[in-house]
């Protein structure tokens, strides 16, 4: 089992800057890639971006490009998601998600991952 606590969530104005942590324990973490999703009021969960298990890699949704940056220090067991230049459409509660290593599957799809934290909400006012 990988268990997984976000935190670093909170209120912040349109154009505004976040850190979101996520840390982990329980398994050997850099044998996970980790993932970040969101989801807003009445929406899908959806997919943020990923970073691979020694950090070499990463994933982005083409809707954070360029404004969001997915960091790990495997050290300190945790991933980051530092969130810059923040919009309204960004609100939604935010899930940490983690994964073997060895997995093939599609890394946008939420059923794909195996371990989720309980979320920490983000809501950008405008």
């Known amino acids: 089992q990988v268990q997984l606590v976000e935190s670093g969530g909170g209120l912040v104005q349109a154009g505004g800057s976040l850190r979101l942590s996520c840390a982990a324990s329980?398994?050997?973490?850099?044998?996970?890639?980790m993932g970040w999703f969101r989801q807003a009021p009445g929406k899908e969960r959806e997919f943020v971006v990923a970073i691979t298990r020694s950090g070499d890699s990463t994933y982005y949704a083409d809707s954070v490009k360029g404004r969001f940056t997915i960091s790990r220090d495997n050290t300190k067991n945790t991933v980051y998601l530092q969130m810059n230049s923040l919009k309204a459409e960004d609100t939604a509660v935010y899930y940490c998600?983690?994964?073997?290593?060895?997995?093939?599957?599609?890394?946008?799809?939420?059923?794909?991952?195996?371990?989720w934290g309980q979320g920490t909400q983000v809501t950008v006012s405008s």
């Open positions: 998600a983690a994964r073997y290593y060895t997995s093939t599957s599609v890394l946008t799809l939420a059923a794909n991952w195996r371990y």
């Open positions: 329980g398994r050997t973490f850099s044998n996970y890639a």
